[in-house]
């Protein structure tokens, strides 16, 4: 069988690697891709028919639950999984009771994703309240005690003043790979800039250490840029 898969994802690079994984995992799957719920809605309309959707829920343009029942109310029997960088119960459940099928980390693992992906468009939903991730332990709240030992160490080095190609050459990292821990850093602290996130974190008391010259400069293995979970 031939899917139809609407992609909603803002980064790009996360989106590829979504694309990459449904090829290999679907038999010539059609992919449709938006960087915006606006953006897809519009393409779930112009398409004759839907039956996954895949809702990037912290990126989306207007509120998680109103976009999950929009997409719901234009093709009625799609499957929609909801992919959220910041892993919450409370957005969990709305997004549940607002039709989803389920709730997935961005840390989850490939194979489990392609589990969950074929258990959806069989149309059997994850039980209410479960957020598919790495882990069967609760997931923390947002706050600053969620972010990674690296996305603190990005954040130090933020506060210091570093640009993203600064921190890459720093960290021995790809820029992409900067980048997507700065979003997700300010998904986490709930601003919208660079500079708010060092001013929450500095109200917060974050307590993230200032790396010294000679650690700056050891060599540190390359993170894949192409790589679709990460964890630090």
């Known amino acids: 069988m031939t899917y139809t898969i609407l992609i909603v994802e803002e980064q790009p690079l996360f989106r590829e ?4 994984l449904l ?5 010539a799957p059609i992919l449709i891709e938006a960087s915006s719920a606006d953006d897809g809605l519009c393409l779930a309309k112009d398409a004759t028919s839907v039956d996954l959707v895949l809702l990037d ?31 919450d119960e409370r957005d969990a459940q709305s997004a549940f009771s607002a039709g ?15 589990s969950i992906l074929h258990r ?14 790495t882990s069967n ?8 005690s969620v972010l990674t030992p690296r996305q603190i160490e990005v954040l130090g080095l933020l506060s210091q003043g570093y640009c993203n190609k600064e921190i890459g050459k ?8 900067v980048k997507m821990h700065v979003s997700d850093i300010l998904s986490t ?4 800039n660079r500079t708010k996130a060092v001013v929450a974190a500095r109200d917060l008391n974050l307590n993230y250490s200032r790396l010294r010259n000679d650690e700056m400069a050891r060599p540190r293995p390359a993170v894949p840029a192409m790589a679709l979970c990460h964890s630090f």
């Open 189 to 192: 602290l709930g601003v919208s």
């Open 100 to 114: 989803a099928h389920a709730y997935v980390s961005k840390t989850i693992s490939s194979d489990a994703l392609i």
């Open 17 to 20: 690697a979504l694309c990459r």
């Open 57 to 87: 829920a912290v990126r989306t343009s207007v509120h998680a639950t109103e976009s999950i029942k929009a997409f719901r109310s234009i093709h009625q029997s799609t499957s929609l999984i909801v992919m959220s960088a910041v892993a």
């Open 23 to 27: 090829q290999a995992v679907f038999d």
């Open 137 to 144: 332990k609760k997931l923390p709240r947002r706050g600053p």
């Open 170 to 177: 720093l960290l021995n990292v790809e820029v992409p790979t």
């Open 120 to 133: 959806v468009l069989d149309k059997g939903a994850l039980p209410c309240g479960r957020i598919a991730s």
